[in-house]
């Protein structure tokens, strides 16, 4: 098969060397079926062995291989290198900090998915609440109820939506779209208890106020999870509680 | 302040919404009108003149002041989808580190513009 | 606008083993449609600062008498209010069209046992209510109702 040579632009960063990032050009020569992940993967492989990058799956359920390309944050498993021109530049994600070429700081990320409790909370455990159980012993859940909130789980924590929110760039507090999506999720579950604790956390320094619904991040989701949904209907929960918190005293929470 | 506004801003994204939402729907009519359609000549200014107008803006509907209220959503929640933005604007151009100063400013700016609009509202 | 992002971005709750290089803006962020939108669509706050606080006045002047009432219907007819308030309608019309757009999906899936209708029937039931608040209050402003 034939292939077309293009410039490949890679955002190189040695912490051990360099004082910032620059840039380094590589001639590759592209097939057409490529992704631009291919192409990173053939100069690591061919051309040059000292590029470092994440990537896994290939298939887009694993969300390491997120990058800025041509600016854009992509999944670069899952977009054609075709639909770009001869010059392609892949820099690592924005509004991340940078460990080497094309590899981001995760903890902070991971700090702040943590932060939203991210799983079934109950107030009682199941031994004590027997009667809400089926015969199997799990909460029973109808596939409506499943479908308020299936979009939003189906998140595989690529960040591209942290790369591409201007709030999450200059508030480095907010909770940004993905864990306020993932809260969200949680929120809408019928088996759990734990929103109005949510809730609170969406009220606190990360506030879910600090959206300004630019929906970038449902623009460059590569799932379809429309994080900017989550995010603006969690503003419309947190009011809710918060309202109700003036009049009624506060239930207790369920624990961790 | 970043704490202050922290704590208020159920209350401020609440306003903002209204702001938003009533605010455009009721300020297309008027701007149309008000600001371009009597200034040109194509609807007679005298429609609108002192008389009818003090009548006008004093509709009451089954002793609800309907028209007065109506007024003072339209002079008062714009102010409120004003500083929401100009805020998030400043934040977007790199103003992160101001934004305590800067949101308490612009919501002040719109408390005193909704006391001033209910005012006005009221002195008709 | 290129550059970098604030210094702490997703910085990470302690600091790492290694020096990392400072999170970046993409260098074109502001050159895409989509952000310029939005962009505007938050720039459009200056327009209704100014236009709240003229309609305060006007309304202000209306509580003063008769003269102060036809001298501000007159100053009214002054071009650069005219502009201004040509320029107020566009961005009026920008922000309704950009937020009944994102408005639907921002609805909660469920409150409580009542389920809130279909995107699209929320969609066209702003614009149905805008543009008959519309046709009302100029109806009304111009004297042919009311």
Not at chain 1, 96 to 122: A, C, N, Q, T, Y
């Amino acid at each position: 098969m034939s292939t077309t040579e293009k410039t490949i632009v890679i955002s190189r960063f040695d912490p051990d060397q360099d004082e910032a990032p620059r840039k380094q050009e590589y001639k590759v020569p592209c097939d057409p079926s490529w992704k631009v992940l291919d192409a990173v993967n053939f100069i690591k492989d061919e051309l040059d062995s000292t590029v470092s990058h994440r990537w896994s799956c290939r298939m887009a359920v694993c969300g390491s291989c997120g990058m800025m390309v041509n600016g854009e944050p992509k999944l670069t498993c899952k977009t054609a290198l075709d639909e770009y021109g001869d010059r392609v530049e892949i820099e690592p994600l924005a509004n991340f900090p940078v460990v080497r070429d094309l590899v981001v700081e995760l903890d902070g990320f991971m700090h702040k998915f943590e932060s939203v409790k991210p799983w079934i909370k109950r107030v009682k455990e199941r031994a004590e609440d027997m009667e809400n159980f089926n015969e199997k012993g799990t909460y029973s859940q109808s596939a409506e109820e499943l479908g308020q909130f299936k979009q939003f789980s189906m998140c595989i924590n690529c960040m591209l939506c942290y790369s591409a929110c201007p709030v999450v760039a200059n508030e480095p507090e907010f909770l940004g779209p993905a864990a306020i999506a993932l809260g969200h999720r949680y929120n809408l579950d019928t088996r759990d208890e734990g929103t109005e604790e949510r809730h609170e956390i969406f009220r606190g320094e990360g506030t879910v106020f600090s959206c300004s619904y630019a929906n970038e991040c449902s623009e460059v989701c590569p799932k379809g999870v429309d994080p900017a949904a989550a995010v603006n209907q969690a503003k419309f929960g947190a009011v809710i509680d918060w309202a109700k918190g003036l009049v009624l005293p506060r239930a207790p929470h369920a624990a961790d | 302040m970043k704490t202050l506004l922290l704590k208020l801003e159920p209350l401020i994204w609440f306003m903002f919404g209204q702001g938003i939402m009533i605010g455009t729907m009721l300020l297309t009519g008027w701007i149309l009108v008000l600001g371009i359609l009597m200034p040109l000549g194509i609807v007679d200014p005298m429609n609108l003149n002192y008389v009818r107008a003090q009548q006008l803006f004093t509709t009451s509907l089954l002793g609800i002041p309907i028209a007065q209220l109506l007024l003072a959503a339209l002079l008062v929640l714009p102010l409120w989808k004003g500083a929401h933005h100009v805020r998030s604007l400043l934040i977007d151009f790199g103003g992160g580190e101001r934004d305590g100063i800067v949101g308490t400013v612009l919501y002040l700016i719109a408390i005193v513009g909704s006391v001033m609009g209910i005012g006005a509202v009221a002195g008709i | 606008m290129a550059g970098p992002a604030h210094p702490e971005a997703m910085a990470p709750p302690t600091p790492g083993r290694t020096r990392t290089a400072p999170p970046q803006m993409p260098s074109t962020w502001w050159s895409s449609p989509r952000i310029r939108t939005y962009l505007l669509f938050d720039a459009t706050g200056i327009i209704y600062f100014f236009v709240g606080f003229l309609a305060i006045k006007i309304v202000g002047q209306l509580g003063e008498g008769p003269i102060a009432w036809q001298a501000q219907m007159k100053a009214l007819e002054n071009p650069i209010y005219i502009v201004f308030h040509v320029i107020s309608l566009i961005s009026v019309i920008f922000v309704a069209v950009r937020f009944f757009r994102l408005f639907p999906k921002a609805q909660p899936p469920a409150i409580g046992p009542a389920k809130p209708p279909p995107g699209p029937v929320i969609h066209a039931g702003l614009y149905v209510v805008w543009l008959g608040l519309t046709a009302l209050i100029s109806l009304a402003l111009a004297g042919v109702i009311l």
